[in-house]
């Protein structure tokens, strides 16, 4: 009788490719799962960023002026300002994603020596096409004499 070999070749079974499959698949699942949230942090995290670009393009300006400058109402008079999604002002007001409003109060520098005159600007960012909550930043300038 003669006797039959059978050559052994290595490789998976189907049962082991079957449960890879499985466990990858899961995996992969778990993944996708994460993609909304990502995105949602993503744009999150630029609108902080448009918007801490737009609260610093304003101080600049401020800073750069006079104190009477700033405390007449011409400085005011300019507000509120738009900006566009990358944070550059527009004129545009239909095709703006920011609007920004200003409050003006007075107060005065705490321990100053002599009562020194000073504005606080309040700056209120408003994002138009979302229902968030509005950013506010305060900034004070005090009368040097410039």
Known sequence: MARTTHKF?????????????GIAS??????????????GTLRQSMDVSTETQIFQQLASEANTLDFSAVTNSSFASGFPR?????????????????????TLSTCSVPGAAAASPARRLGFQVIKLHNAGTPSSQNLWIVDNGR
């Open 9 to 21: 070749t290595p490789g998976f079974s189907l049962i082991e490719v079957t449960i890879s499959l």
């Open 82 to 102: 738009f900006y566009d999604e990358s944070g550059a002002r527009i004129t545009s007001v239909q095709s703006a994603s920011y609007k920004v409003a200003l």
């Open 26 to 39: 899961f995996a992969l699942i778990a993944l996708l799962g994460l993609v909304p949230l990502a995105l």
